[in-house]
């Protein structure tokens, strides 16, 4: 299985216009570019982003309420599930990456990876699968100043996933 880790804000929506009940709403754009992923490499959908303390159920019921594409199998551990685990002693020392990889050490038919965050805290064997989507101001489609699932991300995304 593929497996997309996605994070919402910075990623999906970045200059919030319009709300619905479950938040902001994303930009068009950047769902097309989603929805293109999801088309070139069937991967499932794994949300990293702190949107996720609302739970799966209703990530899952926001996918479908607004018709985004892909399919929401799960979430990321939360930093209370990692200190649990005894991966960190303290909250504050928990990064993004360590939830992801977690995830993936939980996870055993994962065959490949991609995360697509606008913040770097991953762990560097995470690396070669992350697309940072903050700081690309030279990528023609992005939002305020480098921010976004642009186009240029979109093709790395892919190529990271059908490697």
């Known amino acids: 299985m593929k ?11 970045v200059i919030p216009t319009e709300r619905d009940q479950f938040g902001s709403i994303f930009h068009q754009h950047f769902i ?3 929805a293109w992923i999801i088309k070139e490499t069937e991967a499932k959908i794994v949300i990293s982003s702190s949107w996720r303390a609302d739970g799966l159920i209703t990530m899952q ?10 399919e929401v199998i799960d979430i990321t551990p939360s930093c209370y599930d990692i200190v649990n685990a005894k991966i960190c002693e303290f909250y504050d020392e ?8 977690y ?11 991609c995360i697509i965050d606008d ?3 991953m762990l560097e064997s995470q690396l070669n699968n992350f697309v940072k989507t903050s700081g690309n101001s030279d990528h023609v489609d992005c939002v305020d100043i480098g921010y976004g699932l642009t186009d240029k991300c979109t093709l790395k ?5 059908n490697k």
């Open 3 to 13: 497996v997309l880790f996605v994070d919402i804000d910075g990623v999906l929506n």
């Open 94 to 101: 928990v990064g993004r990456g360590m939830e992801i990889q």
């Open 61 to 70: 019921q926001m996918w479908k309420y607004r018709n985004l594409p892909g």
């Open 157 to 161: 995304v892919v190529e990271i996933l």
């Open 103 to 113: 995830w993936l050490d939980t996870h055993d038919n994962v065959d490949s990876f």
């Open 119 to 121: 913040d770097s805290d």
């Open 32 to 34: 097309d570019n989603l």
